[in-house]
Structure formats: structure tokens, C-alpha cells
């Protein structure tokens, strides 16, 4: 049997969902936890990795379990011992042949930038504006991101040369909400660094440092050194990963 996992978490005290060796990783906080409660190891499998300080609120993981429990337990059980800026939102059943990496079709992230400067508490959850973004500058740019692209130039240079650059992007709003701007992209996956190197190079045309024209020359490129945006990580949420 496979557990599928819905969770959100508040990633600013960590150093990304991976299990790492000289940092603290979601991932192993999880694990530690799952392995607890079966008294032997246990080792989850995600939806992708998201970086040091960005945040969920729909990442999913599946792992199998030793001792069978109702999901409802499970997801008491873990919401026990996690700490509070952890929390499992959802566990279901699903056939063997379901993997939350390779089953997903489609992800949402969102991404928030604000006006609201001089708000302590929003520091740690949304990009500070200090000046005015052009709305309507960062929507004409951001056509040329939506289709299927070569998004090598929106992309970590610690990419495995190996991984294809080829994604495809079916929708990108942009909305001004109060005091907030609203980023949400959606595709059927991202690069490193992707989505956030994105919404750097759409605020850059929205505080006219760029045309909306130069998008489509950066995503030609396909050259990871012509684009040197990449919003901070704390304002990205992974909000949705879908299924068939």
C-alpha cells in the first residue's frame, strides 16, 4: 500500500524540503517522525524539491508504511510530533503504481511581493516593493513565457546538464491585491530557481529596467548567463501539485 501526503509548511527556518547532511532539511524532519512512529526507518518520496525558505501550502509526498493505520491516525500521529510549522494536511490510500513525483501532472506556485514595508511580520512570507511596479508591463512580458519553452536561461546553473529544459507553462496571472502584488504560474513543471528567476525577470520589466520584448530574447537564448533576476526565495509558495 502507498500513503499519499498532502502538507504545508513554513519554510523560512529551513534549508529546502531534501535531506541534507549539514543542514536541516523538511524532509528529515518528516522522516524522523514517520520512522517514530513505525519504530523502523522510514524514507518519503516528494513531488520535487523546493529551496531554503520557500514555502507550501499543497506539496505532497508517498512513502509505505510498516504497520497499517487509518489515515486518519497517520495524520494525527505525525501533526503530534511535527513541529508547528509543519503540518499534514491530508493522507489518503493509493494503488502501488502512484508516485508523487513521476504521477504529477501539473503544478501551481504562487509568489507574493508587497508594498506593505514596514510590516514586521510580513517579512518572512513576501517580497518588499520600494517602488512602483508597472502591472500592465508585467503582463505583456509575461506572454512570452507561457507555451512550451526551452527555459534554460530561467534556470540554476547547478542544473544537471542531463535534465531537460523543456517545460511547459499554462497560465501566468498577475494581480494587485491591496497592499500585494500576486504571482501564480502554473505548468507541467519547473526548473530550479524557474519560477523565482521568472517573477525577477517580470518585476525588472515592471520597474522598467527591461522590455517586455527582452523576455522572449532571454528564453531564445536558452543561456543561463543573460538572465542575472531571481526574486528572494521567502515570497514563493508551492501551492498545488495535480493528479489524473
Known sequence: MILKVTVAYDGYNYSGWQRQENALGIQEVIENCLSKIHKTKIEIVSSGRTDAKVHAKGQVFHFEPVIQMPCRNVQNALNTLLPDDIR??????????????????????????????????????????YTKVNIDKMIEASQYLIGEHDFKSFSSSKIDPRKPTVKRIFRIDIKEEGKNIHFIFEGNGFLRYQVRMMTGTLLAAGKNQIEPMDVKRMLEAKNKEVCRYNAHPYGLYLMEVKYE
Open 88 to 129: 499534514i494536511l491530508k493522507v489518503e490510500e493509493e494503488k502501488d503504481s502512484f508516485h508523487a513525483r513521476f504521477s504529477a501532472i501539473s503544478k501551481r506556485y504562487d509568489y507574493i511581493c508587497t508594498y506593505d514595508i514596514d510590516n514586521p511580520f510580513i517579512y518572512r512570507y513576501a517580497q518588499k516593493l
